[in-house]
């Protein structure tokens, strides 16, 4: 008997696998983000979050605790994987099919590596909020050490971007177009934007104007840098699937903007949030909730066309539910998870503070069912890429003919 796993057969996608856990922590933490009370704080804290369990309704403890297990379990999960990648990623560029990689298209599936770093950064700070006690007494000592690991994860992912660039636009004919006809080419605007969203926390947490200045000025460098390459990407992109189709291994790329948005969309509300505390900059609750809402429809608009392709390309049926493996199939986790964060701040921000709609009433649970939809859907699609990519399976021992 043999066995394998499909990750043996190593590409730098797999980091997307540490990504999409510390994405899903992202979603158990939105439960506490909106529904612990937490007055002079713009995040809940450790203290926030005992003194609602203590005081709290069954409904709210029951909530607080589905909340705190799945941060654990998908923080865990989170850096478990990011370790993995970086022994396994170690070992790949030794190989010559390392080399291969960075002198092809493929060249720019190493963003996944700091889009990861800055994804576990965002994630292990959210850990920090939850289970530390007394962490805002001191949160304005952090913001600086945050910064600084962001910029290096920016710079880290700026140098990869450079020496992508530099080879394609220097040495003519080196950039297959025949091989751009996904959105694998918007890898770079996904890792620099979670990079931006990461720099612009202290913008809307720190009390200090150096601190929330600084936050906007470098998240908006970031932000601007990566909506300028996604323009590029998504054009040539466009112009190359219309002429060739979708590549059918590449056929999640499509929906990559929906995270992309997401991460966007919360640093610009994080900067707003520093704009009117800081800098006497505001935005009216209605005016936040159409910013939200033009959002999720480019969101909705795109999750429907890669749902689109990824049909009539028979993409589920063969790599999520059938016998074949690919490493990008983990680029079908961000986009739910990225809708999950998104529907509760267009509730929470939008709806909610507007006054459209009432909290935990009827239409409340009927827009946050869609939100919790989305998330339950991707805990499941995790653990079944997880087996179906990580985990052991055997082949029988070939049989001489007789």
């Known amino acids: 008997m043999q066995t394998h796993r499909a990750a043996d057969k190593y590409s730098p996608l797999y980091f997307l696998s540490s990504v ?4 899903l922590a992202v979603t158990f933490f939105m439960y506490l983000m909106f529904w612990v009370p937490h007055p002079g704080r713009t995040v809940p804290v450790f203290e926030d979050i005992a003194a609602a369990w203590q005081s709290g309704s069954v409904p709210m403890q029951v909530g607080i605790a589905i909340a705190l297990v799945g941060i654990s379990v998908f923080a865990v999960m989170n850096v478990q994987k990011l370790a993995w990648n970086l022994q396994a990623y170690a070992r790949f560029k030794k190989t010559e099919a390392f080399r291969t990689l960075r002198n092809s298209n493929a060249e720019t599936t190493l963003l996944a590596y700091p889009l990861a770093l800055a994804m576990t950064v965002n994630a292990l700070f959210i850990v ?4 530390v006690p007394n962490l805002w007494s001191f949160v304005e000592y952090l913001f600086p050490f945050a910064m600084v690991a962001f910029l290096a994860i920016g710079m880290l992912a700026l140098s990869i971007i450079g020496d992508f660039l530099g080879r394609v636009l220097t040495r003519g004919g080196l950039f297959d177009v025949t091989a751009h006809n996904s959105f694998a080419q918007m890898l ?3 890792a620099l934007s979670m990079v931006a969203v990461g720099l612009s926390a202290p913008a809307a947490m720190s009390g200090q104007t150096v601190v929330v200045g600084v936050s906007m000025i470098a998240s908006t460098f970031f932000a601007v840098v990566a909506i300028l ?6 054009v040539t992109a466009f112009n190359s699937m ?5 590549a059918k291994e590449s056929a999640p790329t499509l929906m990559i903007l929906v995270p992309i948005v997401t991460t966007l969309g919360i640093m610009f509300l994080r900067q707003s949030h520093g704009m009117h505390t800081t800098f006497e900059g505001h935005t009216t609750d209605g005016e936040t909730m159409v910013f939200l809402a033009r959002l999720l429809s480019v969101q909705v608009m795109f999750l429907a066309l890669g749902l689109v392709v990824l049909k009539r390309e028979g993409y589920w049926s063969d790599f999520v539910f059938g016998s074949k493996t690919s490493p990008g199939s983990y680029a079908l986790v961000c986009p739910g998870v990225a809708l999950s964060v998104m529907i509760q701040f267009f509730l929470h921000k939008g709806l909610i503070a507007t006054g459209l709609v009432a909290k935990f009433g009827i239409a409340y649970w009927s827009v946050e069912a869609f939100a919790l939809g989305f998330q339950v859907a991707m805990v499941v699609l995790v653990l079944r890429l997880n087996r179906q990519h990580f985990a052991k399976m055997s082949e029988p021992a070939a049989v ?3």
Do not use: I, K
């Open 20 to 23: 999409g856990a510390g994405g």
């Open 128 to 131: 920090g909020l939850v289970f």
């Open 188 to 190: 770079p605007t996904f």
């Open 229 to 234: 390459y996604a323009l590029v990407a998504l």
């Open 242 to 246: 219309l002429h060739y189709g979708t």
């Open 400 to 402: 001489p003919a007789e």
